[in-house]
């Protein structure tokens, strides 16, 4: 009989821990607004493009990849001409997405104190040690 392996539990606070490189992916500049994206519906490679404003094609095809590879999203081809692919949230990539849509929500109601802050050091120059 096989011995049942523990789940992995991750510490994403040790350099060697695999759940640092998923921390990685993202909190990257656009793994979380890609899965933020997602949250709303499914959604076709030039959707979610047009949802987020300034992604290249080049970066948004590799973090989708990542992504699905991470198991967080999901991709479907249908065989069709011209070919129609969708991504969709898995169940963690849903988990996941709610978090950053929350995340998203708070940063922008609470946007005016960091413009505030961010001028008020400008203004002092660089920061003193």
């Not at 011995?3 to 998923?22: L, Y």
């Not at 990257?28 to 404003?53: N, P, T, V």
């Amino acid at each position: 009989m096989a011995k049942a392996h523990a789940p992995v539990v991750g510490d994403c606070f040790k350099a060697a821990c695999p759940a640092r490189e998923i921390v990685t992916h993202v909190s990257s500049r656009w793994g979380g607004l890609i899965l933020a994206a997602l949250l709303e519906r499914d959604l076709r490679y030039s959707e979610i493009r047009a949802r987020i404003d300034g992604i290249s094609e080049k970066m948004l095809a590799q973090m989708l990849d990542v992504l699905e590879r991470d198991g967080l999203i999901s991709r479907t081809s249908r065989p069709v001409v011209p070919p129609h692919v969708e991504y969709a949230l898995t169940a963690s990539g849903r988990d996941l997405a709610q978090r950053f849509m929350d995340l998203f929500r708070w940063i922008g109601a609470n946007v005016d104190t960091f413009v505030t802050a961010q001028k008020a050091f400008d203004a002092r120059g660089k920061a003193q040690p």
